[in-house]
């Protein structure tokens, strides 16, 4: 069943602005992780943030992690053409051994 | 480069025509996942080998099998496909329950 629920389905915006997604799950989580996929590609690994983190960032990317409401974002700064792409969270539920539940994602169209 | 290779990148086959499809890493990690992916979806989990050890998600149709002969490589069997069956495979690896590393994935046409 699904876990994630992404939010928006899809985003539109200009070069330089900020995308930010959201992401919504039901069950306790071990860690949530964001995905990038370029259509017809495999997923790239974006990052990891454990139950017990409330922000990470790396490079444009900040994420946000509140457990109490089990939501996440994923916010990119200045935005570029080439992060067009599709991004999924992912939850690792207590006890699931490493297994990811997807959410359906977010489709991010940038346009220079 | 350490990596997550899948073979082929297309696949075609007939409908109830059994197909194999192969994942081979070389980041020597000991969990490898196999997930399907069909258009605009999100990617669902098949089965995955914490080990040695298969582990079968429930919802996961006996047509599709596993092999993992050794820590490097990792087979997915459909025995009959069907047309529904056409998707996208990614095979993913971690170590333990780390982040996945995904492969670029291998693209099943049904006909």
């Known amino acids: 069943s699904q876990q994630g629920e992404e939010d928006p389905q899809a985003l539109s915006i200009q070069e330089g602005e900020n995308a930010t997604m959201n992401c919504s799950y039901k069950t306790s989580i071990n860690n949530l992780q964001w995905y990038r996929q370029n259509s017809g590609r495999g997923l790239v690994h974006l990052i990891l943030i454990r139950s017990n983190e409330r922000e990470k960032h790396s490079g444009r990317l900040r994420v946000t992690l509140d457990t109490s409401k089990k939501s996440s974002s994923l916010l990119i700064t200045a935005s570029r053409a080439a992060d067009t792409a599709s991004y999924f969270c992912a939850t690792d539920a207590w006890g699931s051994q490493g297994n990811l539940i997807f959410g359906k994602g977010t489709k991010l169209s940038v346009k220079p | 480069d350490a990596m997550v290779i899948q073979n082929p990148r297309y696949q075609v086959t007939q409908f109830g025509k059994p197909v194999t499809l192969s994942c081979s890493q070389t980041?020597?990690?000991?969990?490898m996942y196999w997930y399907q992916q069909k258009s605009s979806q999100a990617p669902k989990l098949l089965f995955h080998y914490y080990d040695k050890d298969f582990n079968n998600e429930a919802d996961t149709p006996d047509n599709f099998q596993s092999r993992r002969p050794n820590t490097s490589f990792c087979f997915l069997d459909i025995r009959s496909p069907g047309l529904g069956d056409a998707a996208m495979y990614l095979c993913a690896t971690s170590r333990d329950e780390d982040e996945q590393f995904f492969g670029p994935g291998t693209r099943l046409t049904v006909l």
């Open positions: 980041l020597n990690h000991n969990v």
